[in-house]
């Protein structure tokens, strides 16, 4: 499933998945392959499966080859896009090919796809069109208006001119067949009998079509062939007398049956791709490998950074102790190495390219990220809560089930630039003060006074603040329980322990903790080779020049 260069303004079938958020094809630049993920409305699915696209690549391809290079400068994937024109390079940078590149794409485009298929249950196709109120819906009604008045008036004539309505009824044809399964061989030659295009032709010359009778065979046949959803539909085309309307409306409906059709196969291959997706796309990501070396940069200075981290941790402990050798080399495990890599990923600036091979999962690291920054605030409120005013809480019924009620609406887009979570702090704040006054009152005890008020809005506020102590040390028992989680031989059979002031998430966090090991693991049993490699030459670059040294004398 090839899928082509994406028009944000264009109408059809869109990939959508939970959330709302649609998959994008990769884009090359010089430092590798960058992947798009928005939050938009998605990406059209291809009507046809390659759309001339390898003839034309080849035009375009002769064309760029051709072309002066001050017309056409080609881009290799790895040469650096920083340095100086007139430095020279060590060695000829790779050229990419036009052809190359569209292979790499559609590489892409179909391991992407088979990923977000097999993991998200949520995934599925549905049809949309451009709203009505712009320009584009706006020229679209019109010119459809003139078609279908057009037909009406053609229709209406005398003797009527069924030259445009015959190929209306050819493309309906063409639909009703495509839905068939290879078996249904006594349905596929009732259509070819019905709509028999060249006997149909004949009776137009003899002004002897019956356009209603038609008609109604194709709602009949639709009937037969369409989910359960969409038997409504029928029901209208059936009630429907105007021949032109129902045209139009039973285009409408085939659309609809076309979506209900691709859903019906994503749920048919899931299974499937689920079983094969390790191998699948460990041999897709190979196969772009091969055609762009640079599509692991990013991972390995992601992996590499990580190592910096791990060896500054090292020396900091090493400075700690006074007895400690300095001068020998410290080991590293490569396991520590990579989840804590995988860690950085919870608080990862999104503005920033995520490495290659975690790109299939982007989207869902995002809201893991966004909903564990929500419940870290909330644990951080119900910590400077229970300390400032514990005693007047300690018999409100359900005060931690309030206090989520409260924050989670508050916290909503928090990860967005226009958020102001200061404010959301203050509210909250501002509803807690209520909460606890009012069971006070209820127990006939007297209120926080203003300034105890004061100072409880004041501490849950300065959560905002970069280096808040309350903030810094609820992130750090968050870190130590997805740590904890990610060392676990098998988290499904029992959960790490829950560190201390994280109570009040504690449902939230390990069903988050539970997704995101399940997507850390998936992408080590798929990306565990490459990620050997990379750590092999980083860790231990000695053996890894012997190994390639043995390689090439070996050629």
């Known amino acids: 499933m090839d899928v082509p260069e994406e028009d944000s303004n264009s109408p059809g079938w869109v990939f959508k998945s939970e959330g709302g958020s649609c998959v994008r094809p990769w884009r090359a630049r010089g430092s590798g392959l960058v992947y798009c993920v928005n939050k938009v409305k998605g990406f059209r699915m291809p009507l046809n499966d390659d759309q001339n696209s390898d003839s034309d690549s080849s035009r375009l391809s002769e064309s760029t080859v051709s072309s002066s290079d001050t017309e056409y400068s080609r881009q290799s994937f790895n040469s650096d896009s920083s340095s100086k024109p007139s430095s020279p390079p060590c060695s000829p940078p790779k050229v990419i090919t036009f052809d190359e590149l569209m292979a790499a794409t559609r590489n892409l485009s179909n391991w992407t796809l088979a990923h977000e298929i097999a993991v998200n249950a949520n995934f599925c196709i549905k049809h949309e069109d451009y709203p009505q109120n712009s320009f584009a819906g706006t020229v679209k ?14 229709l209406n004539e005398d003797p009527p001119e069924y030259k445009h309505a015959i190929k209306l009824f050819e493309e309906i044809k063409e639909i009703l067949l495509s839905f068939l399964t290879p078996g249904a061989n006594r349905i596929h030659n009732q259509i070819c009998e019905v709509l028999d295009m060249d006997l149909i032709r004949q009776q137009a010359e003899h002004n002897a079509v019956d356009i209603p009778g038609l008609a109604n065979y194709v709602i009949n046949t639709m009937g ?4 359960p959803i969409r038997d409504n539909d029928i029901k209208q085309l059936k009630a429907t007398d105007n021949i032109v309307e129902l045209l139009r409306q039973i285009f409408r409906v085939l659309d609809l049956m076309k979506v209900d059709m691709a859903n019906y196969t994503i749920k048919s291959l899931r299974p499937y791709l689920w079983h094969n997706l390790v191998d699948y796309e460990r041999t897709k990501f190979q196969e772009i490998l091969e055609e762009t070396p640079s ?26 102790c006074p007895g400690a050798d300095s001068s020998s080399k410290p080991i590293i495990s490569p396991t520590l190495v990579l989840n804590n890599g995988y860690l950085k990923l919870l608080q990862w600036d999104y503005c920033k390219t995520i490495p290659e091979t975690l790109i299939t999962d982007e989207v869902r690291l995002q809201e893991l990220r966004e909903k564990l920054n929500q419940l870290k605030v909330i644990a951080c409120v119900s910590l400077i809560t229970n300390n400032m005013v514990g005693a007047a ?10 206090l989520k009620r409260i924050s989670l609406p508050l916290l909503e887009g928090m990860n967005k630039k226009s958020f102001d979570l200061k404010e959301a702090l203050n ?5 807690i003060c209520s909460i606890v006054n009012k069971s006070l009152s209820e127990r006939g005890l007297p209120t926080l006074n203003e300034e105890m008020q004061s100072n409880l ?23 130590l329980f997805m740590r904890s989680l990610l060392a676990l031989p098998s988290f499904q059979k029992c959960m790490p322990t829950m560190p201390g002031g994280l109570s009040v998430i504690q449902t939230e966090i390990e069903f988050l903790g539970s997704q995101y090991a399940s997507i850390v693991n998936f992408n080590k049993k798929v990306y565990g080779p490459f990620y050997a490699n990379i750590l092999r030459k980083l860790l231990f670059p000695e053996a890894a020049m012997e190994e390639t040294e043995a390689e090439t004398s070996s050629n």
């Open 427 to 431: 509210a909250i704040g501002v509803q």
């Open 141 to 154: 009604q019109i010119v459809h208006k003139a078609f279908w008045d057009h037909l009406e008036s053609e």
């Open 224 to 227: 037969k062939l369409c989910a």
């Open 295 to 320: 599509a692991l940069n990013l991972t390995t200075e992601w992996i590499k950074e990580s190592i910096e981290d791990e060896l500054s941790s090292i020396s900091d402990e090493s400075s700690s």
């Open 457 to 479: 809005m004041g501490q849950i506020a300065h959560v905002v603040e970069k280096n808040n102590p309350v903030c810094s040390l609820i992130d750090k028992r968050i870190q």
């Open 393 to 402: 809480i300690v018999d409100v019924p359900d005060f931690t089930d309030q």
